[in-house]
T-cell receptor, first 115, second 113 residues
Framework: DAKTTQPPSMDCAEGRAANLPCNHSTISGNEYVYWYRQIHSQGPQYIIHGLKNNETNEMASLIITEDRKSSTLILPHATLRDTAVYYCIVRPQGVGGTSYGKLTFGQGTILTVHP | DGGITQSPKYLFRKEGQNVTLSCEQNLNHDAMYWYRQDPGQGLRLIYYSQIVNDFQKGDIAEGYSVSREKKESFPLTVTSAQKNPTAFYLC????????????FGEGSRLTVL
C-alpha cells in the first residue's frame, strides 16, 4: 500500500472550514484514498473515500488532485466535536490476497477545533 | 440499532493470565478484524476473518488467538505468550472483505499488572 504523509497537528476555529492535507505521491492507479477519524478513546469512524473524482457526503468533502498525488479532506463548518485524529489511508479496492480488510493507519493529524 | 459491541470496556489482569475480549456485530457483515493501538500510535492488524470458520494472521498475531464459529462473533484471546499485552484493542467489521470501509467498535482497554 502507498505511504501517506500528514501534518502532525492543525488548528481550526469553530464554524470555519477545516482543510486537512494528505500527500500520497506513490499512489498506484488502483488505490483509493480513505479518510477516518478517531475521537479520543473511541473506535475510528469512516468518513469518506475516493479514487480520482472529488467526493462529498454529509460529513465532509474529499478533493483529490488531478495527478492523484495528494488530497484534502474538508470539514465545511468545523465544530468542537470534530476535534479528533484524522487518518488518511490509501489501499486497493476490490482485490483479494493480502489486501483483505487491511487498513494501514499512520499517526494521522490531530485536529483541534477551538471556540 | 445495528453496530459492533465490544466487552469489557476496561479489563485488568495479572501477568501470565489469558484474557478473552468479546466482539459481537449485528450488521450481517461477513468480515471481521482485530486491531491493536498503543498510546500515540496508529492501529496495527492482529487477525482478520473473511468468513465463518476462517481467519488469517495480520501483522502482529504472535501471542493472540481468535475463533469465528458464528458470523456475528469474533472473540480475541490475549495469551500469556503476548509479551506486551497492555493496549487498546479495537474490533471492526465490513460488509465484505475487500472493502476499506470498516465499522469499528468502541474498544477494550486491557491493562496487565
Amino acid at each position: 500500500d502507498a505511504k501517506t504523509t500528514q501534518p502532525p497537528s492543525m488548528d481550526c476555529a469553530e464554524g470555519r472550514a477545516a482543510n486537512l492535507p494528505c500527500n500520497h505521491s506513490t499512489i498506484s492507479g488502483n488505490e483509493y484514498v480513505y479518510w477516518y477519524r478517531q475521537i479520543h478513546s473511541q473506535g475510528p469512524q469512516y468518513i469518506i473515500h475516493g479514487l480520482k473524482n472529488n467526493e462529498t457526503n454529509e460529513m465532509a468533502s474529499l478533493i483529490i488532485t488531478e495527478d492523484r498525488k495528494s488530497s484534502t479532506l474538508i470539514l465545511p463548518h468545523a465544530t468542537l466535536r470534530d476535534t479528533a485524529v484524522y487518518y488518511c489511508i490509501v489501499r486497493p479496492q476490490g482485490v483479494g490476497g493480502t489486501s483483505y480488510g487491511k487498513l494501514t493507519f499512520g499517526q494521522g493529524t490531530i485536529l483541534t477545533v477551538h471556540p | 440499532d445495528g453496530g459492533i459491541t465490544q466487552s469489557p470496556k476496561y479489563l485488568f489482569r495479572k501477568e501470565g493470565q489469558n484474557v478473552t475480549l468479546s466482539c459481537e456485530q449485528n450488521l450481517n457483515h461477513d468480515a471481521m478484524y482485530w486491531y491493536r493501538q498503543d498510546p500515540g500510535q496508529g492501529l496495527r492488524l492482529i487477525y482478520y476473518s473473511q468468513i465463518v470458520n476462517d481467519f488469517q494472521k495480520g501483522d502482529i498475531a504472535e501471542g493472540y488467538s481468535v475463533s469465528r464459529e458464528k458470523k456475528e462473533s469474533f472473540p480475541l484471546t490475549v495469551t500469556s505468550a503476548q509479551k506486551n499485552p497492555t493496549a487498546f484493542y479495537l474490533c471492526a467489521s465490513s460488509i465484505f472483505s475487500n472493502t476499506g470501509e470498516l465499522f469499528f467498535g468502541e474498544g477494550s482497554r486491557l491493562t496487565v499488572l
